[in-house]
């Protein structure tokens, strides 16, 4: 029994393999082996790959027509506009140039023409003026004159306000620091303008202050600073120089033909002045008026044909150290007798020179 039940299964099996057929590819056509789901990995990476570098490639198109398109673009545009601006800014210069010449142009005609009209102006204005002044000269004289005469001095110190500079009283013997040196009520400046001696009882001229000068040949005298010298005017053959430490006080004689008044020759001599602001002056004894210059450092008088000028200078100083001694001395001016004597040869060699002259 046992040796049939193999056979009984073979003859099933070889029922079923008649009954079901199977067919398969010969072995040589197999390639290898394929594992589970790798070969759809690989190709999936292979196509994302392919897709992203299309659209890397498209978008690198995209951007080269859009990006740089646009920059050639801007560049030939900026180019051209640069062109364009430097060609318009050379217009633009030529045309400021040439309006900045012509503008130069109008301007120097402008002024030029401005010029000429003031320039006639003038001409017609100075024309007119010497037509209208040709015989007196008010304008140029009244403008110089007027100029020199209010260039008032002032004085230097005075320590003690007696009317002496500090200079003065040292000079007189008195104190800078007591008004009334003597003590006799009246101020040391008071007595000098007076002809007092300041520093004890009597007259100035009898004190060693002071010296008196006397000129024979032109008839006259007056007090000086015993300390002072005097010297010949180089620059007026009728005139002397007192003088020290630089300043100087100063007399000269000059004609007075027309026999004016001192007021009048004075005026005369210095046109357009306000005659109202000229002061009248005299010396001592009232024998002689006459007035003084606008600056108060000229003093004029006059006696017969003659003018007696004295005049303070200060030379290179600003401040007058000398302004009392100035008054003492044209105040104690005196002529003479022998003065009219002295006029009368004046007058006598004036009319001679005035005929030689006229002769000529």
Same mark, same amino acid.
């Given at each position: 029994?046992?040796?049939?039940?193999p056979?009984?299964q073979?003859q099933?099996?070889?029922?079923?393999a008649r009954?079901a057929r199977?067919?398969?590819?010969?072995q040589?056509? @197999?390639v290898d082996?394929?594992?589970?789901g790798g070969?759809?990995?690989?190709?999936?990476?292979v196509?994302?790959a392919?897709?992203?570098?299309?659209?890397?490639?498209? %978008? +690198?198109?995209?951007?080269y027509?859009?990006?740089?398109?646009?920059?050639?673009?801007?560049i030939n545009n900026?180019?051209?506009?640069?062109?364009?601006t430097?060609?318009s800014?050379?217009?633009n210069?030529?045309?400021?140039?040439?309006?900045?010449?012509?503008?130069?142009?109008?301007?120097?005609?402008?002024?030029?023409?401005?010029?000429?009209?003031?320039?006639?102006?003038?001409l017609n204005?100075?024309l007119?003026?010497n037509?209208?002044?040709?015989?007196?000269?008010?304008?140029t004289?009244?403008?110089?004159?007027?100029?020199?005469?209010?260039?008032e001095?002032?004085?230097?110190?005075?320590?003690? &306000?007696?009317?002496?500079t500090?200079?003065?009283?040292?000079?007189?013997?008195?104190?800078?620091?007591?008004a009334?040196?003597?003590?006799?009520?009246?101020s040391?400046?008071?007595?000098?303008l007076?002809g007092?001696?300041?520093?004890?009882p +009597?007259?100035l001229?009898d004190?060693?202050?002071?010296?008196l000068?006397s000129d024979?040949?032109?008839?006259?005298s007056l007090?000086?600073?015993?300390?002072?010298?005097?010297?010949d005017?180089?620059?007026?053959?009728?005139?002397?120089?007192?003088?020290t430490?630089?300043e100087?006080?100063?007399?000269?004689l000059?004609?007075?033909?027309a026999?004016?008044? %001192?007021?009048?020759w004075?005026i005369?001599?210095?046109?357009g002045?306000d005659?109202?602001?000229?002061?009248?002056?005299?010396?001592w004894?009232?024998?002689m008026?006459?007035?003084?210059?606008?600056?108060?450092l000229?003093?004029?008088?006059?006696s017969?044909s003659?003018? @007696?000028?004295v005049?303070?200078?200060?030379n290179?100083?600003?401040?007058?150290?000398?302004?009392?001694?100035?008054?003492?001395?044209?105040?104690?001016l005196t002529?003479t007798?022998?003065?009219?004597?002295?006029n009368s040869a004046?007058?006598?060699?004036i009319?001679?020179?005035?005929?030689?002259?006229?002769? &000529?």
């Amino acid at each position: 029994m046992p040796s049939e039940q193999p056979t009984e299964q073979k003859q099933e099996q070889n029922i079923v393999a008649r009954k079901a057929r199977i067919s398969t590819m010969p072995q040589k056509f @197999y390639v290898d082996k394929k594992t589970g789901g790798g070969s759809k990995n690989s190709f999936l990476v292979v196509a994302i790959a392919i897709i992203v570098i299309l659209i890397l490639g498209v %978008a +690198g198109y995209f951007a080269y027509q859009k990006y740089g398109g646009t920059n050639q673009a801007s560049i030939n545009n900026e180019n051209t506009s640069a062109v364009t601006t430097n060609t318009s800014i050379t217009n633009n210069t030529n045309n400021t140039n040439n309006n900045t010449a012509l503008n130069s142009n109008i301007t120097l005609n402008s002024n030029f023409n401005t010029n000429i009209s003031n320039l006639s102006t003038n001409l017609n204005t100075i024309l007119n003026t010497n037509i209208d002044l040709n015989n007196i000269n008010l304008f140029t004289n009244s403008n110089t004159n007027t100029l020199i005469n209010i260039n008032e001095i002032p004085t230097s110190v005075d320590s003690d &306000l007696d009317g002496l500079t500090d200079v003065e009283e040292a000079l007189f013997g008195t104190s800078v620091s007591l008004a009334d040196t003597d003590g006799d009520n009246f101020s040391d400046g008071q007595e000098v303008l007076n002809g007092y001696n300041p520093n004890g009882p +009597g007259l100035l001229e009898d004190s060693t202050t002071v010296r008196l000068y006397s000129d024979s040949v032109d008839g006259y005298s007056l007090l000086y600073p015993s300390g002072w010298v005097v010297a010949d005017d180089p620059q007026n053959t009728r005139g002397k120089i007192f003088t020290t430490s630089g300043e100087f006080i100063a007399i000269s004689l000059q004609a007075n033909t027309a026999l004016l008044s %001192a007021r009048d020759w004075y005026i005369t001599k210095s046109p357009g002045i306000d005659s109202s602001q000229v002061k009248s002056v005299s010396n001592w004894d009232k024998t002689m008026t006459g007035v003084a210059s606008l600056d108060g450092l000229t003093v004029y008088f006059t006696s017969g044909s003659l003018v @007696y000028v004295v005049s303070y200078n200060t030379n290179i100083l600003s401040e007058a150290n000398y302004s009392a001694v100035f008054q003492m001395m044209y105040k104690s001016l005196t002529l003479t007798s022998s003065s009219s004597n002295t006029n009368s040869a004046l007058n006598i060699n004036i009319n001679s020179n005035t005929n030689n002259f006229n002769g &000529l």
